[in-house]
């Protein structure tokens, strides 16, 4: 018999007299650690699995940025995703909906949160998951200005341009940013943007305007929402005007009638 044979012997000469608390006691001293080793690898695969199993394309995906977040709006954001879902007959089997309010990017993008936040942002965008970005007017401009939206004028029907036409968002595309840059708050060297005076409600006060979004500051579910409160304060103030709540559609957004949808659903345009 070998040592290891005998030990085996020993062990069991040992267990057989021993009651059901010491036999637990026992195998807790000698198997702890592999015992929550198993486990958690035990849980970790679980998980893995269930989220593999539930995990859901995005159906419909709105990016509130700057929204102010609260614990009431982030409560209000859940609740609205599931009556939009059912609002646009989006299959709960095969997507879901989500009204992201959780990001934020500061002006200067100096903290790590807003840079991470701007690129979850542009990943998004690239791979076609973002159906809707609404945000205040120069966070918002800084987007129109890559090009990144839309121009709605050519988008829309009749019928949408005769609803939404009047609150119509403009940019300048003779001031829009040179190349590719996806560092977003690049700005030209000579002109700092914010000390510009421009109406973007008025394009015949641009050389080439663009309707790039649509403005929700009032009349509609979400500006009654309270997300761009904040706004009020003249502090936000932008290029000479107080600062709106702007709405525009990625141009890598597939399906930009859910967009319109969204618009339906906030009542923006109901009279």
């Keep these: 018999?070998?040592?290891?044979?005998?030990?085996?012997?020993?062990?069991?000469?040992?267990?057989?007299?021993?009651?059901?608390?010491?036999?637990?006691?026992?195998?807790?001293?000698?198997?702890?650690?592999?015992?929550?080793?198993?486990?958690?690898?035990?849980?970790?695969?679980?998980?893995?699995?269930?989220?593999?199993?539930?995990?859901?394309?995005?159906?419909?995906?709105?990016?509130?940025?700057?929204?102010?977040?609260?614990?009431?709006?982030s409560e209000l954001s859940t609740a609205w995703a599931e009556e939009f879902q059912e609002y646009a007959q989006i299959d709960p089997d095969e997507y879901q909906v989500y009204f992201d309010t959780s990001i934020a990017l500061s002006q200067d993008m100096g903290s790590q949160y807003a840079i991470s936040n701007q690129e979850k942002m542009l990943a998004m965008m690239q791979a076609g998951m973002v159906h809707a970005i609404v945000a205040e007017t120069e966070t918002f401009e800084k987007y129109a200005q890559?090009?990144?939206?839309?121009?709605?004028?050519?988008?829309?029907?009749e019928e949408e341009l005769a609803k939404y036409?009047?609150?119509?968002?403009?940019?300048d595309a003779a001031t829009f940013v040179d190349g590719?840059?996806?560092?977003?708050?690049?700005?030209?060297?000579?002109?700092?943007?914010?000390?510009?005076?421009?109406?973007?409600?008025?394009?015949?006060?641009?050389?080439?305007?663009v309707a790039v979004g649509i403005i929700l500051t009032e009349g509609n579910r979400l500006a009654d929402a309270g997300y761009y409160d904040y706004?009020?304060?003249?502090?936000?103030?932008?290029?000479?005007?107080?600062?709106?709540?702007?709405?525009?559609?990625?141009?890598?957004n597939k399906d930009p009638e859910l967009a319109?949808?969204?618009?339906?659903?906030?009542?923006?345009?109901?009279?």
């Design 146 to 157: 890559n090009e990144y939206f839309y121009d709605l004028e050519t988008l829309f029907s």
């Design 231 to 252: 706004l009020t304060d003249s502090e936000y103030d932008y290029q000479g005007y107080p600062a709106d709540i702007v709405l525009g559609i990625p141009v890598t």
């Design 1 to 73: 018999m070998s040592v290891v044979d005998e030990i085996r012997e020993e062990q069991k000469k040992a267990l057989s007299t021993m009651t059901f608390r010491e036999k637990l006691s026992y195998f807790w001293y000698y198997y702890k650690i592999h015992t929550a080793v198993i486990l958690a690898v035990l849980a970790f695969a679980i998980l893995f699995i269930y989220q593999y199993v539930t995990n859901k394309d995005y159906g419909f995906y709105a990016a509130f940025v700057n929204a102010g977040l609260t614990y009431e709006n």
């Design 180 to 209: 590719t840059d996806d560092t977003f708050y690049a700005e030209d060297e000579q002109t700092n943007p914010a000390d510009l005076v421009i109406d973007h409600r008025d394009p015949a006060s641009m050389e080439d305007p």
């Design 260 to 271: 319109v949808r969204f618009l339906e659903f906030i009542g923006l345009g109901d009279s």
């Design 165 to 171: 036409g009047a609150y119509f968002y403009y940019t």
